[in-house]
């Protein structure tokens, strides 16, 4: 839980002579706004769109959107083909008003198979646009089990049907026994009595879909990064310009330190950062700019 800013300052912004909590709580409110929208506001919606192709080994084709700086937009390559053709997807991602909670449907085009990546607090949103779209959702993967990114999961299941939800071992019970992460929930969360697994070195295949999953913890025990192609879904471990939390009891800023410098930030820059808050970024805009980071 927590938009990108929420993380301890590194020591030469605390050092400025506005103080720490001053310029803290300046820090967070500028990454409350997103590309232009105020995601505290009541009311407020967010839908960003990135179209992708990738050929059979993951190489980058094109990034139709977010580009930056030319980094993630450089346009269209020649496909490396071989028999079965390239693997086609587009990302649209809803936010709820409250927290700005990304959660991310992605889609192959061809096959229309699909995931749901986090349950925000607007499901409705999410359930719209799959219905618009057409897409067959196969599962919903959970990047942590924090209530703005678990919140929807019930109305999600409703519109979806008895498709399967994926988490990390160590936030299982979270999602199978109803228990917060962090504190007692304003709501009633479903039962999934036998969620599958999101582990580190066994990839996850949802339909035409495979995801490498990445253990990144620190923000929660159970933090996972999940890869398909040159896309990497973050959650609450790296941000376009910050990274995760780490106040809470249950948080560790050591592990999380480590789990983004080695094995985020050791893959190539144009690799696309979508994380659970806040706009896009890559790898290489965030080992050159992360102020967390540099």
């Known amino acids: ?10 020591r030469r912004d605390q050092d400025r002579s506005l103080g720490p909590d001053r310029t803290a709580a300046r820090h967070r409110h500028s990454h409350r706004r997103v ?23 993951g190489d980058r084709l094109a990034v139709a959107a977010f580009a930056l700086d030319g980094e993630a937009g450089a346009g269209p390559r020649r496909p490396h083909r071989r028999a079965g053709g390239q693997l086609k997807l587009e990302v ?35 359930i719209d646009l799959v219905r618009r779209r057409g897409a067959h959702v196969k599962a ?7 209530v703005d990114h678990l919140g929807g999961l019930e109305k999600l299941l409703k519109a ?7 988490v990390h071992p160590a936030e299982r019970e979270m999602v199978a026994e109803g228990k917060p992460l962090r504190r007692s929930l304003p709501f009633e969360l479903p039962l999934v009595v036998e969620p ?26 159970g933090g ?9 879904f973050t959650g609450d471990a790296l941000f376009a310009g910050s990274v995760g939390r780490t106040d809470f009891p249950n948080s560790d800023t050591q592990a999380l330190m480590e789990a983004v410098k080695g094995k985020l930030l050791v893959l190539d820059d144009d690799y696309v950062v979508l994380s659970g808050h806040g706009p896009a970024s890559t790898i290489g805009r965030e080992k050159r700019t992360n102020p967390f980071l540099v």
């Open 160 to 166: 979806f049907g008895a498709v399967p939800v994926a």
């Open 224 to 232: 996972v990064t999940l890869k398909i192609g040159k896309l990497l």
């Open 92 to 126: 649209e991602a809803t936010a709820d008003a409250r927290f700005g909670t990304n959660s991310y449907l992605v889609e192959d085009t061809d096959t229309h198979d699909a995931v749901v990546i986090d349950a925000n607090l607007e499901p409705e949103q999410m």
């Open 140 to 146: 919903i993967l959970l990047t942590h089990t924090d």
């Open 35 to 57: 590309e232009g929208q105020h995601v505290g506001r009541r009311g407020a919606r967010l839908r960003r769109q990135v179209s992708c192709c990738f050929d059979d080994r």
């Open 196 to 221: 599958e697994l999101l582990e580190e070195g066994r990839p996850y295949q949802a339909g035409s879909l495979e995801f490498e999953v990445l253990h990144t913890p620190g923000h929660s025990p």
């Open 1 to 10: 839980m927590g938009w990108p800013g929420d993380a301890p300052l590194p």
